[in-house]
């Protein structure tokens, strides 16, 4: 059973930036994909951003060239940089993992909050 822990949420101004980090532990076998989805009140979880261990990776229209992902391998770590933040950002982010082991499993943490106000 994969686990995931976040850390870096906050309170931020409008076009302020925040880190978020994700660390997997417990993990048998490789995670293949590790990424962030958000959720604000009253709407559905949202793909934010995801990185394979091969290196691609996959934005959001919405969030392209302020946010960004990036992952130690061999940490297991995945960590999102996001910059001019809008208070359209604010929602719960959850770090997601995807290991291929036989079937596909997929983990979530239990989220982190990111507000954008003024």
């Known amino acids: 059973q994969v686990q995931l822990v976040e850390s870096g949420g906050g309170l931020v101004q409008p076009g302020g930036s925040l880190r978020l980090s994700c660390a997997a532990s417990n993990t048998i076998f490789s995670i293949y994909r590790m990424g962030w989805y958000r959720q604000a009140p009253g709407k559905q979880r949202e793909l934010v951003a995801t990185?394979?261990?091969?290196?691609?990776?996959n934005y959001a229209d919405s969030v392209k060239g302020r946010f960004t992902i990036s992952r130690d391998n061999a940490k297991n770590t995945v960590s999102l940089q996001m910059n001019s933040l809008k208070p359209e950002d604010t929602a719960v982010y959850y770090c997601?993992?995807?290991?291929?082991?036989?079937?596909?499993?997929?983990?979530w943490g239990q989220g982190t909050q990111v507000t954008v106000s003024s």
């Open positions: 997601k993992a995807t290991v291929l082991a036989g079937p596909t499993y997929d983990y």
């Open positions: 990185l394979t261990s091969g290196g691609s990776s």
